[in-house]
């Protein structure tokens, strides 16, 4: 790749921090620049560079596609309120649903959430900003891996799969982070004085739940996984594990509840030890816990009858299903 990774151990925060902070305000130059803010570590340490080189002159945006977790947009929206920053929130959401109708195939489902993403959205926004031509977001080394090696197509890789975003979109992208994994844009957050909440926060995938639903992506879909995700997340908190996750299956399967068959919905809950989500090995959790997961997604998320337990590494697992 052409991109020069710096490693954790060759990773110098502060000084990382002042050429990002200068090399963007030497781009952007008097202009303005948007920015997507998810709430996530990328898209929150991306967010807090760009304010610091441009001040207001960043308008950062929340988008609401519709396939984020419960409560997102306002616990992103109250975080930052807190650091001094103003967040928009975008309602987007019939834009996404519309364009994930009648998709299944996992990487067809990927392109339909770019294109909706920066084209349709951000194409829309940069027209209202007249001023702005510049979009930073937080594309990290391991995205642009993946995507080059053929693994999955990350929803923010763009030059590299030949999309010119200037011209196809009116802005020029800027991509902070490039060079870093995972565990170094945690230490970049923590040193920018992001709150532990955000700088140890899981990751959570930019196509996000939908990344998580097998077939069809439709709202009601999504809210069944929504409301697996939380119960996955509140559970599996306190281990410590890099990333845990709820994914919906596309085959119903024969249950029975009170005597009667319940042909119903498939969960499978996954939870994983990595330091950069290259590899990872699912967490040996305790036998208790994953009682306890069944049982509470198979009463709480209404019509699923049978939760199991990935225990298969990446790879030739991925973290997320699609
Ligand atoms: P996979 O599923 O490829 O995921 O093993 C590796 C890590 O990347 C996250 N992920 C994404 N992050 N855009 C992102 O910003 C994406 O399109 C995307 N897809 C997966 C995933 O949650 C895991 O941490």
């Not at 202009?31 to 998810?38: P, Q």
């Not at 947009?73 to 807190?82: C, D, G, I, N, P």
């Not at 209404?302 to 790879?315: A, D, F, H, R």
Request: with cysteine.
């Amino acid at each position: 790749m052409e991109i020069k990774e710096i490693k954790l151990e060759e990773l110098d925060p502060e000084k990382f921090i002042e050429e990002k902070v200068k090399e963007i305000a030497s781009i952007v130059g008097e202009g303005m620049a948007i920015n997507a803010l998810s709430g996530g570590v990328d898209s929150s340490t991306v967010t807090m560079l760009g304010h610091r080189a441009l001040g207001d002159r960043l308008k950062t945006y929340f988008i609401e596609n519709g396939l984020m977790r419960e409560g997102e947009a306002q616990k992103v929206a109250s975080t930052f309120r807190e650091l001094g920053l103003q967040v928009k929130l975008v309602d987007a959401r019939d834009r996404f649903f519309e364009a994930l109708k009648g998709i299944r195939d996992p990487e067809e489902k990927r392109e339909a959430i770019t294109r909706t993403f920066y084209r349709d959205v951000f194409g829309k926004i940069v027209m209202k900003e007249r001023e702005a031509r510049f979009l930073l977001q937080g594309t990290n080394y391991t995205d642009v891996e993946e995507t080059v090696a053929g693994i999955k197509r990350q929803h923010n890789v763009l030059k590299q799969l030949g999309i010119d975003t200037q011209e196809q979109y009116g802005y020029k992208v800027i991509e902070p982070i490039i060079q870093l994994r995972k565990d170094s844009v945690r230490v970049v957050a923590r040193n920018l004085g992001l709150p532990e909440t955000i700088y140890n926060r899981i990751p959570f995938p930019g196509p996000a739940l939908a990344a998580r639903v097998i077939g069809e992506v439709t709202p009601e879909r999504i809210e069944v996984v929504r409301k697996a995700t939380k119960i996955v997340e509140e559970e599996l908190a306190e281990t410590g594990a890099f990333q845990f996750l709820a994914i919906l299956h596309e085959d119903k399967v024969t249950g029975v509840r009170e005597g009667k068959r319940d042909f119903g919905l498939q969960i499978e809950v996954r939870c994983w030890d990595s330091v950069d989500a290259t590899t990872g090995t699912p967490t040996k959790l305790p036998y208790e816990k994953l009682e306890k997961l069944a049982q509470r997604i198979t009463t709480e998320v209404p019509g699923v009858v049978s939760v199991t337990y990935n225990i298969t590494k990446k790879p030739p697992s991925t973290i997320e299903a699609i």
